[in-house]
């Protein structure tokens, strides 16, 4: 937009750092970078101001972008975009990409949402009620899932809290209160 001048908002690199992917915050323009911000160029077939965007951990050809209430996926690094998912996703808090496994990411809805093939498909984590923010944080064990902490309520806990699973939320005894925020 000749003449506009851009501040702030959202950036992330994609997984090998060749492109830089901008959403301003005073923009419905998603922009990228393949110079280090040298020149930008739209992104096509996403629209939204200050959206959330984050590259997947391992494939450099994905990115994933979140805002008013839209999901939307990128195969070609941020170049374009299309729109994925469905309205359950509600929650305008920042989605959590897996740090090793390509294609898997959570999204913090209404409940907490987890897919492992890129937003094609996705599953609700099991025992958990209401989800506002999550975090993977690593396993103790080798082998083991990575450790999954959200603030919001688990099946048999009506108190918002910060809870962690060990198993990606599949016992209730596993996801354990690790506090109770007072507002």
Request: a negative charge; charged letters at 20%; aromatic letters at 12%.
């Given at each position: 937009?000749?003449?506009?001048v851009f501040h702030s908002g959202r950036?992330?690199?994609?997984?090998?750092?060749?492109?830089?992917?901008?959403?301003?915050?005073?923009?419905?323009?998603?922009?990228?970078?393949?110079?280090?911000?040298?020149?930008?160029?739209?992104?096509?077939?996403?629209?939204?101001?200050?959206?959330?965007?984050?590259?997947?951990?391992?494939?450099?050809?994905?990115?994933?972008?979140?805002?008013?209430?839209?999901?939307?996926?990128?195969?070609?690094?941020?170049?374009?975009?299309?729109?994925?998912?469905?309205?359950?996703?509600?929650?305008?808090?920042?989605?959590?990409?897996?740090?090793?496994?390509?294609?898997?990411?959570?999204?913090?809805?209404?409940?907490?949402?987890?897919?492992?093939?890129h937003g094609a498909t996705f599953t609700?984590?099991?025992?958990?009620?209401?989800?506002?923010?999550?975090?993977?944080?690593k396993a103790k064990n080798d082998g083991?899932?990575?450790?999954?902490?959200?603030?919001?309520?688990?099946?048999?806990?009506?108190?918002?809290?910060?809870?962690?699973?060990?198993?990606?939320?599949?016992?209730?005894?596993?996801?354990?209160?690790?506090?109770?925020?007072?507002?």
């Amino acid at each position: 937009e000749p003449g506009k001048v851009f501040h702030s908002g959202r950036v992330a690199f994609n997984a090998d750092g060749s492109r830089l992917i901008w959403s301003p915050s005073n923009s419905y323009t998603v922009y990228y970078t393949e110079d280090l911000g040298e020149t930008w160029t739209a992104c096509e077939g996403i629209m939204g101001q200050n959206m959330y965007v984050i590259g997947d951990s391992v494939n450099a050809d994905y990115v994933y972008a979140y805002g008013s209430e839209k999901l939307y996926v990128s195969s070609d690094g941020g170049k374009t975009f299309e729109k994925i998912g469905n309205e359950l996703f509600l929650n305008e808090d920042r989605l959590c990409v897996h740090p090793s496994q390509e294609g898997t990411f959570y999204l913090p809805a209404i409940s907490l949402y987890m897919t492992t093939d890129h937003g094609a498909t996705f599953t609700a984590v099991p025992n958990v009620k209401t989800c506002e923010s999550v975090s993977l944080g690593k396993a103790k064990n080798d082998g083991d899932p990575y450790v999954i902490y959200i603030y919001g309520t688990v099946a048999d806990n009506d108190t918002k809290g910060i809870y962690m699973s060990e198993d990606n939320g599949e016992t209730d005894c596993d996801m354990v209160k690790l506090m109770t925020i007072h507002s």
